[in-house]
């Protein structure tokens, strides 16, 4: 058996006051101790914020679905939004029609503009175009949404008129293809800067690769690159189709306030964003089931934008798994 | 800005057996500003194996990378003199480096299989050259060759990246192998792998010299001794670059004696360790 150790506290303070090595500051320790508990308490604030709004939300639609008489289900899938009819009649699904609708043009839009030129920024682009290009589409995401919904109003709308009414097609002022091509532009750079992220991100090892089996740049960039950062686009994708359906000021000035289930997107249509822009902007009473069920349809879209993060992350994840 | 090669190759298909597979006359690859490379001669014997040898930053990756144009996808890098193939110039605007490379094929340091399985990593480079034989056919064959075959025969469709460090590198082999190159370069092709896999790929070099002609860089002088036929020495020639490191070609022999016998002192410094 070993010895036992030898006691060693020391008889000297520890502080000699010849020592140059003064240890640390009296302040270190403080920060030390204090740091943690400020950088956790300002982490908590953003949980606090989405607990404390979900919250509102759920007792402010359980007010909403006892105020009104009607259940979740009718809600829910309900074909018909009436809030003045008598009895009213609160369906929700025109409004996420409406959402879906210009969710669906706006990825059409998005889609292709964004991934394409992601793939351009990432594999074609010389070094000195891409440092101009790229901070430039980055700032089209920082112009305000209202901005685009001038746009629609001022330019994309009369544009459409006299491109389709001399074909005998009525575009509506307030039109769903508006709204559809701004908030299509508006996310091009969220598809565009996150999937170019995405995209040079794939190991060089893999480009060489290629190129040293003959291929051309295009089956490298298509055929090897592409494939190796799907999901990252599809993630890419997923987070600014979750923008367009959260999209408000673009498409209430685009699309106009119309809950209906309509095929023809020349006419206006509504969303749930902008369903809630009109009952706050409104004459709806306080308390009134009307001015409730705004809660209800905001808890539904924080819920949809809710799973399309959480899809976002999902396939993103599977992503960084491949190059573990 | 090319050097005259004597003789003139009369027709590039009737390239002898005796003729080099590969030769570099006066050949400059600068990077930018700085010159990585200065005044390389060099002949690489066909189906041999030829081993660059020398200090890290002596430009032999460099050199190897001017066999097959891919020192084309470094933005700023610029190639001066004459690098021959078969006896035809690969150097300039002019040649279409993307069949260069099918003929001259490559295996590179780390394993660098496609995120793909194990057949379409074999597949996807036959493809893209427009092969109409019988792809199952070819698969089969270029992993018999790469001896990786019966490891790999039950599980074709799982990921490439699932294999070993080893199997994976044998498997870019076979990848390299299907597109019918006439030459492979290997640009230290086991500096990531454990010594088993490494004698695995080096008995797979010797095997594969019969019918390819092996270029190979290594920091290993022991493994340019046990695989090499002809060994080429660079070294970096600091004070030529203004600072920066420029490589030289100091010389080349029979493997057997340019470690044995070198002519050069500065190949001596570096074989018995005083360099590098």
Redesign the interface.
């Known amino acids: 058996m070993p010895p036992p150790l030898a006691n060693t506290t020391p008889d000297a303070p520890l502080l000699d006051p010849d020592d140059p090595w003064r240890g640390q500051s009296r302040l270190s320790a403080v920060a030390e101790f204090v740091a943690p508990i400020l950088l956790a308490l300002c982490g908590l604030v953003t949980v606090l914020t989405t607990l404390g709004i979900l919250a509102v939300l759920v007792v402010q639609s359980v007010e909403f679905f006892a105020a009104a008489g009607i259940g979740v289900g009718d809600f829910l899938f309900g074909l018909e939004l009436r809030p003045g009819a008598r009895p009213p009649r609160f369906g929700v699904l025109p409004l996420v029609w409406g959402t879906f609708l210009i969710a669906f043009g706006a990825s059409c839009v998005a889609l292709p503009i964004g991934l394409l030129s992601a793939i351009y920024l990432s594999e074609y682009a010389?070094?000195g175009v891409r440092a101009v290009l790229k901070p430039t589409l980055e700032l089209l995401a920082g112009v305000p949404s209202i901005v685009y919904g001038y746009l629609a109003l001022l330019l994309v709308t009369p544009a459409l008129k006299a491109a389709l009414e001399p074909l005998g097609l009525r575009v509506d002022h307030f039109n769903a293809v508006s709204a559809c091509l701004v908030v299509g532009m508006m996310i091009v750079p969220s598809v565009s800067s996150l999937s170019e992220d995405v995209l040079s991100a794939v190991?060089q090892?893999?480009?060489?690769?290629?190129?040293?089996?003959?291929?051309?740049k295009f089956?490298v960039s298509t055929?090897?690159v592409l494939?190796?950062g799907l999901s990252g686009v599809a993630a890419a994708f997923i987070l600014a189709v979750g923008r367009a359906v959260g999209e408000t000021m673009a498409v209430v000035l685009a699309a106009g306030t119309m809950a209906r289930f309509t095929l023809n997107p020349l006419t206006s249509v509504e969303t749930m964003t902008t369903y809630i822009i009109q009952v706050v902007g409104g004459e709806a009473s306080y308390g009134s089931p009307k001015y409730l069920s705004l809660f209800a349809v905001g808890l539904t879209l924080f819920a949809i934008t809710l799973a399309l993060n959480v899809l976002s992350n999902l396939v993103l994840r599977r992503y960084r798994e491949?190059?573990r | 800005m090319s050097a005259t090669l004597a003789p003139p190759p009369a027709a590039a298909s009737d390239a002898s057996a005796d003729e080099p597979a590969l030769q570099t006359r006066a050949l400059r690859v600068w990077y930018g500003a700085s010159l990585a490379l200065r005044d390389v001669d060099l002949d690489v014997p066909r189906h041999r194996i030829t081993a660059l040898i020398g200090p890290s930053g002596c430009g032999k990756s460099t050199l190897l990378r001017c066999f097959?144009r891919?020192n084309d996808?470094v933005?700023d890098a610029r190639v001066e003199g004459d690098v021959r193939f078969d006896g035809v110039s690969i150097v300039g605007p002019k040649v279409d480096a993307?069949?260069?490379?099918?003929?001259v094929?490559?295996v590179?340091q780390?394993p660098?299989?496609?995120?793909?399985s194990i057949y379409n990593n074999i597949a996807?480079?036959a493809r893209?050259?427009g092969y109409r034989g019988d792809m199952d056919e070819l698969v089969e064959r270029s992993l018999r060759r790469a001896a990786l075959w019966d490891e790999v025969r039950e599980k074709l469709h799982r990921s490439g990246?699932d294999l070993s460090g080893g199997q994976q590198q044998r498997l870019?082999i076979a990848?390299?192998l299907a597109?019918e190159p006439e030459v492979i370069l290997m640009d230290e092709p086991c500096s990531a792998l454990d010594p088993i896999s490494t004698a695995r790929v080096e008995d797979l070099m010797e095997d594969l010299k019969d019918d390819y002609t092996i270029v190979i860089v290594t920091h290993n002088m022991q493994q340019a001794r046990r695989v090499s036929d002809v060994t080429a020495c660079l070294m970096p020639d600091v004070e030529a670059g203004g600072g920066r490191r420029t490589g030289v070609l100091v010389e080349v022999s029979p493997t057997d004696v340019l470690f044995t016998n070198p002519v050069d002192p500065r190949t001596e410094a570096y074989i018995t360790g005083r360099v590098g």
């Open positions: 010389p070094r190991p090892g893999l480009r060489e690769a290629a190129y040293g089996l003959g291929a051309t089956e055929r090897i494939p190796a491949v190059y | 097959n891919m996808l933005p993307v069949t260069l490379r099918r003929r094929g490559m590179f780390k660098n299989p496609f995120p793909k996807w480079g893209i050259n990246l870019c990848r390299t597109v």
